[in-house]
């Protein structure tokens, strides 16, 4: 009934929301500014070649994995670009990695956002003055963002690999 000498096994994800995916990329540039050893994990091939060209260009090489490519290295301050639209996929590499604290960067133009209404935020964002470079986080967004995947694993049958996010729900939506 009451467990309180049980360890705690969750994982904190800390939500990063941004406007669109180029303020994204450019918060992701910063990053690697302040701190030269970040490295960015993706799900998704697409998401990969668009944030490797995009450091690329701004002169960064090697600081984009696809998430099957990670090797745990202490050293490494790691930044997840987007969710996987299952929890329990994302949940078990966090473990293998041994991570107790995720963050992970999203935006509202991102497929998996779309899906739950993110248009309709962003018009109420831009309408209430956000600015583009501003960032959304609370501990209720991540709470939303759990319940979403969560809510879209009843509806998944089988989980087909895919390369973009877009894909994704467009091969494993019932």
């Known amino acids: ?28 540039e910063k990053m690697l500014q302040t701190n030269p050893n970040t490295v960015f994990i993706t799900w998704f091939e697409e998401t990969y070649n668009a944030l490797n060209n995009f450091l690329e260009q701004h ?3 090697e600081k984009v994995v696809m998430y099957r ?3 745990k290295n202490n050293n490494v301050k790691y930044f997840f670009v987007e969710h996987y ?22 935006s509202l133009d991102e497929a998996f956002l779309k899906h739950f209404g993110s248009e309709k935020i962003i018009d109420l964002l831009e309408k ?7 960032v959304i986080e609370h501990e209720m967004i991540s709470s939303s963002i759990k319940n979403a ?7 998944v049958l ?4 895919a390369r973009s996010q877009t894909e994704w729900f467009r091969k494993n939506l019932i």
């Open 1 to 28: 009934m009451f467990n309180f000498f049980k360890k705690n096994t969750s994982i904190k994800i800390i939500n990063k929301v941004y406007l669109t995916e180029a303020t994204k990329w450019e918060a992701c």
């Open 59 to 61: 002169c960064y090489t």
């Open 69 to 71: 490519q990670v090797i």
């Open 85 to 106: 639209p299952l929890y329990a996929k994302e949940e078990e590499l966090f473990t293998k990695l041994g991570l107790n604290e995720v963050v992970v960067m999203c």
């Open 128 to 134: 209430l003055g956000m600015n583009k470079e501003e």
């Open 149 to 155: 995947q969560t809510k879209l694993a009843k509806q």
């Open 158 to 161: 089988i989980d087909n690999a």
